[in-house]
């Protein structure tokens, strides 16, 4: 796998108009900020470091205990590393919350506080710079310009996504999808 380490994310992903508005603005700001765009997605479980058959039997397992949810975003905020700069917040409700530790079971991860986000920019910024640019998103996500405003506050989740994010690429260029599981629980 071009000498990258196997670390795969279990993510929960908008779909269709919401999806390419995300999509969309998180290029807007990567260009704005100089860092790099991804996938919009809210993390389910991350960094898991182990081999790819086992991380896909694994995900199976969850997606067969996990049932349908729904995510609700609610504000831009801004976070203390470089996976959780600056985010929309998901509301901490039972789908989301089970779903992640549910996961985190199935996988054997001691459970930490689980805080779901859809991150809008990875980078490593000041604060007073993570400041300013959740003011931006606050004002085009969540204002009154119809041409910015976000088109929905959530999304339905019946799937989840496992991906291959090995840490050691800055250029976020080898991510991959490697499977979308149907939730069955």
């Not at 994310?9 to 108009?17: K, L, N, S, V």
């Not at 993390?43 to 991380?55: C, K």
């Not at 901490?92 to 530790?101: I, L, V, Y």
Request: one cysteine or more.
């Amino acid at each position: 796998m071009s000498g990258f380490s196997d670390m795969y994310c279990i993510f929960a992903e908008p779909r269709d108009a919401l999806a390419d508005q995300l999509r969309g603005e998180i290029t807007h700001l990567a260009s704005k900020y100089g860092t790099q765009p991804f996938k919009p997605h809210v993390t389910v479980l991350g960094s898991i470091e182990r081999p790819r058959e086992e991380v896909m039997a694994l995900a199976r397992e969850a997606a067969s205990k996990i049932k349908p949810f729904r995510i609700n975003l609610s504000r831009v905020a801004q976070g203390p590393s470089h996976y959780v700069c600056v985010y929309i917040a998901v509301a901490q409700e039972e789908g989301a919350m089970a779903a992640g530790m549910t996961a985190r079971q199935v996988f054997g991860v001691p459970s930490k506080p689980y805080m779901p986000h859809l991150s809008l920019v990875y980078a490593d910024m000041g604060d007073d710079v993570k400041a300013q640019a959740v003011e931006y998103e606050n004002a085009r996500l969540f204002g009154t310009d119809p041409a910015t405003r976000i088109l929905d506050t959530g999304f339905d989740v019946d799937r989840l996504t496992v991906w291959y994010v090995p840490e050691d690429d800055p250029s976020l260029a080898s991510w991959t999808r490697v499977a979308e599981i149907p939730l069955s629980g």
